[in-house]
């Protein structure tokens, strides 16, 4: 079955009335958990993220200024977060969840992130709730360990991957592909390998298409060896901030459509739940669980296999 890893132990302190849905992630834990999709033997905390791991990717001077709380009062207002060594500890958390991921995916196809898909960290900054670049580090981890030397990033967030587009840019290794809403967060895009943007109300049968295409070309061209999927539940119509008019169902679709199509290339997957703030968190809870669920039947390989064969 599925490795799955959670980071809700490591809890962000926010102030009353922050638009962040911390507890959805713990919300979703007991949901994977009483739902037993998988065995709670299977259910991990990660290790936090290197200095080595995070410096493949951030540099020094950004990283020192985080650990130190010496972000400046600007740069986090542009994450979005209060500084407080828990900022610290589960954003490396975060990161490790999905290396770890990865690796599993590695071994027997699908991994799984309960959190992650910080996608608008750059190499010297943070922003949009997001201090360290998860998909980045994992991605560079990875190559360094010499599990995988070509990575494809799908990134199906509502929102553009900004920051993973400009790590890479100059990297034919990893390819990056984002279907976003065009109007929407944030507002100077960035060139991914291939970027789908979508208009704002963009329902089921529009989003299916663009995404099924978008996700075919983006494997064509990658040829990888590891995808690393950022299954963002706010393309769904009552998200507060993605503007789109995705249902539940499509959202599923979604899932199968990117899930079949890496399987029929014998790609295996390593998944972070992304965005969700769905008006009512239980929405995008039902949204998460629902890519889990997915994952694991769409890659039941026994737990200790040595190897994917797709």
Known sequence: MAKIFFTDSYVLPLPEGHRFPMSKYALLRARVIDSQIVPFADMWIPHAATDEEILRVHTPDYLTRVVKGELSAKELRKIGFPWSPAMVERSRRSSGATIEACRAALAEG??????????????????????????????????????????????????????????????????TFSIHGATNYPFHKQISDLDIPLPDGADDAFFLEALENGVRRALSLAGAELAIYLAGADPFAEDRFGKMKVSKH?????????????????????????????????????????????????????????????
């Open 250 to 310: 499509g959202l599923r679709l979604r899932d199968q459509i990117v899930f079949s199509l890496c399987k029929e290339a014998r790609l295996p997957v390593a998944v972070s739940m992304a965005g969700g703030y769905a008006k009512n968190i239980l929405d995008a809870v039902d949204i998460h669980f629902e890519t889990v669920r997915q994952a694991v039947v769409f890659f039941p390989s026994p737990s200790g296999q040595e190897g994917y064969s797709g």
């Open 110 to 175: 699908v991994g799984i992130n309960l959190a992650g898909g910080t996608h608008h960290a750059f190499a010297d900054s943070g922003g949009g709730y997001c201090v360290f670049n998860d998909s980045a580090i994992a991605a560079r981890a990875m190559q360094a360990e010499h599990r995988a030397k070509r990575i494809v990033i799908l990134d199906c967030d509502v929102h553009q991957g900004d920051g993973t587009a400009a790590i890479f840019q100059d990297d034919p290794t990893v390819f």
